[in-house]
């Protein structure tokens, strides 16, 4: 091994924010884990299965109640950062910053996609973003910095005491997102994924960020305060990362595929290329647990008569999907799984049971247009679906649309670069209730492995809750109880029975429409090494290596 060089990344799409607190997007939470830390963490390795194990990062230990860091309820945990841990310009990382990450999750007008999680299990925080949506504009910046919570509590300089509402098994993966990175001061007065942040970013990780033109190229170089003596899991062998964005993904791959650059960043190998690679070393594939694609369904949108708020509508969309075709596009059985369920495989709530009898790979239109007929649309029914403009997505909604025709369902693509899908469709309720779009071909990567049903069923399903991913604002208070008996659980067993009774309720009102569960699939030259896989998805950039 030699250390040092420059790694260089290409891809067509853009960062959808570069501050922790707002980002979900796969390819930039890969970036993140180089510049970003959080009390705890995961390693870096291959097996997916050994991924959900949360390690100390930031933090000298994981509370337990053998170290007296956890106590007897299982609700106080008492955190210490580790001497040395400092931002780029050498200031020491405080409990005060930690604090500060956390409750700027709640800012009203930006709040986290990953903010569902931290309020419903934090004490204290679901009623800041209340207190917050309620004041002045002017005044939330004061009131995040200065409102105390009786679930987070800053003791001197280095000590955070975390209280949950209950007891949550799953709380410290929690902290290892990377919303719960720390905030420094100088983020106070600033909107969360603001233009102001962006220049004003700092880092915790090995890299810092050197250069950002949105859309066009982002670069890490070695952040001089980091200390390799204080991070257990990163062991930042390169100068510098690169990564060109904008690039069409035919030329994309062609570098990559000749050696010029080192990999893609947030595209695949486009179908037609696949066979020839397919045992090719350059070819990663990796069993990931993903729900993607699915289609996200628009429950208020106006379009047709209110069409996709109907039970019937939506049940039609699933029978008559050919997931077979899609699956081709993806890469074939080698890369997915069909998919009529949430829960992957690979997820430990799942059952061979099915939560629903699942339908003809190929789609079923005889039955689809009696269930349309059943609607009200004997005649069939126009959707516009909502997709990324880029990569194997036009090609999966083309043969999408092949299959719902056969049915009477007429599909209109509704095309979008990624920024876009995230920045402006994603973002707000507007498109969704003016009718921009009734289905949307998206997916779900878990934000964490192994125990990780929560993750799946709250974001996409509980009832528009702050910072939700629930996209087509689907609302159901016995789901919504069965999700909060899942966070209370004692123990795995007990959550996993809830979350299981979720999956079976959602799927009975067909509140998004499964098509495949993917395995994740990256390309890079010979010359990358030590690349693995988790736990960010597309490769733990402050664990690999370049070889001459």
Not at 13 to 22: E, F, Q, R, T
Not at 97 to 121: C, E, N, Q, V, W
Not at 310 to 338: F, N, Q
Not at 410 to 432: Q, W
Request: glycine fraction near 8%; include cysteine.
């Amino acid at each position: 091994m030699r250390p040092g060089g420059t790694l260089t990344l290409v891809g067509a799409g853009d960062a959808d924010n570069l501050d922790p607190a707002l980002s979900v997007h796969t390819a930039t939470r890969g970036v993140l884990r180089a510049y970003t830390r959080q009390l705890v963490t995961y390693r870096a390795g291959r097996d997916q299965r050994a991924a959900g194990e949360v390690v100390a990062d930031m933090a000298t230990e994981l509370p337990t109640r053998s170290n007296g860091r956890l106590d007897a309820t299982g609700q106080e945990y008492v955190f210490t950062i580790r001497p040395g841990v400092r931002w780029d310009d050498h200031r020491p990382v405080t409990a005060a910053d930690l604090a500060r990450g956390i409750k700027r999750l709640a800012h009203p007008d930006a709040p986290s996609p990953s903010l569902t999680y931290f309020a419903r299990t934090i004490r204290g925080l679901a009623r800041l973003r209340d207190e917050l949506a309620a004041l002045d504009p002017t005044e939330v910046s004061t009131a995040i910095e200065c409102r105390t919570l009786d679930g987070i509590e800053v003791m001197g300089t280095d000590t955070l005491v975390l209280r949950t509402l209950g007891h949550s098994v799953d709380f410290l993966n929690i902290l290892a997102l990377p919303a719960a990175s720390p905030a420094p001061i100088e983020y106070s007065g600033f909107l969360p994924g603001s233009d102001d942040i962006i220049r004003r970013l700092r880092s915790t990780g090995p890299y810092a960020v050197r250069e950002y033109v949105p859309g066009k190229q982002l670069v890490l170089g070695r952040n001089p305060a980091w200390d390799p003596a204080t991070d257990p899991v990163r062991a930042a062998h390169l100068d510098e990362v690169s990564v060109r964005m904008g690039v069409d993904e035919a030329e994309a791959f062609r570098l990559v595929d000749t050696g010029e650059v080192d990999m893609l960043w947030d595209i695949q190998p486009m179908t037609a290329e696949l066979p020839r690679l397919f045992g090719d070393p350059r070819l990663e594939v990796h069993p990931a647990g993903l729900l993607s694609p699915y289609l996200a369904v628009n429950m208020v949108s106006p379009n047709e008569d209110l069409a996709t708020s109907k039970v019937e509508v939506r049940r039609a969309v699933s029978v008559a999907l050919d997931r077979e075709a899609v699956s081709r596009v993806w890469g074939g059985p080698r890369l997915s799984e069909l998919a009529w369920r949430v829960l992957p495989p690979l997820c430990s709530a799942h059952t061979p049971v099915e939560p629903v009898p699942p339908g003809s790979p190929t789609g079923d239109p005889d039955s689809a247009r009696a269930l349309l007929a059943e609607a009200g649309y004997p005649d069939g029914l126009t959707l516009r679906l909502l997709h990324r403009d880029r990569d194997i997505h036009p090609e999966s909604v083309h043969e999408i649309g092949i299959s719902l025709a056969r049915a009477g369902i007429r599909v209109e693509p509704v095309p979008v670069s990624i920024t876009d899908l995230f920045a402006t469709y994603f973002a707000s309720p507007e498109p969704a209730v003016r009718g921009d779009w009734d289905l949307a071909f998206t997916g779900w990567e878990p934000d964490w492995h192994g125990d990780n049903a929560r993750t799946y069923l709250q974001p996409l399903f509980e009832s528009r809750p702050e910072g939700s991913w629930n996209l087509g604002f689907y609302a159901s208070p016995r789901v919504d109880r069965l999700l909060a008996e899942g966070r209370d659980a004692l123990d795995r067993d007990t959550a996993n029975a809830a979350y299981r009774a979720v999956e079976a309720e959602v799927l009975r009102d067909m509140a998004v429409v499964p098509v495949l569960f993917a395995h994740q699939y990256w390309f890079h030259s010979p010359r990358v090494r030590g690349w693995e896989p988790y736990p960010v998805l597309n490769g733990d950039l402050t664990n690999v290596w370049l070889e001459p």
